[in-house]
């Protein structure tokens, strides 16, 4: 099973930034979309933000404004610019890579997880 490589989480006081960031091992094709989801204790996992092949974007709405996803396809790598961080931001945050590989198999990867901490 695939494994994504997530880096970039921490503990910052409020209104401060994090930025995180996975990549996929080299030698995997395909991928259409990349995204953040994230888990707060005690509720469901939940999409942060994506971004498609094309460069599409779509943002939570308690995000927007705040948060920009972006993708370097070269490096098979996805970022979240989190700014203007808030208490409520805080969970374990995950990458999820959704693709088709060139034989033709969907996949779905996800990373490990990577807790963002945001208090004063």
């Known amino acids: 099973q695939v494994q994504l490589v997530e880096s970039g989480g921490g503990s910052v006081q409020p209104e401060g930034s994090l930025r995180l960031s996975c990549a996929a091992p080299?030698?995997?094709?395909?991928?259409?979309?990349m995204g953040w989801h994230r888990q707060a204790p005690g509720k469901q996992r939940e999409l942060v933000a994506i971004?498609?092949?094309?460069?599409?974007?779509n943002y939570a709405d308690s995000v927007k404004g705040r948060f920009t996803i972006s993708r370097d396809n070269a490096k098979n790598t996805v970022h979240l610019q989190m700014n203007s961080l808030k208490p409520e931001d805080t969970a374990v945050y995950y990458c999820?890579?959704?693709?088709?590989?060139?034989?033709?198999?969907?996949?779905?990867?996800w990373g490990q997880g990577t807790q963002v901490t945001v208090s004063s």
């Open positions: 999820n890579f959704k693709g088709r590989s060139p034989s033709g198999r969907s996949f779905d990867y």
């Open positions: 080299v030698g995997i094709f395909g991928i259409n979309a």
């Open positions: 971004i498609t092949n094309g460069g599409g974007t």
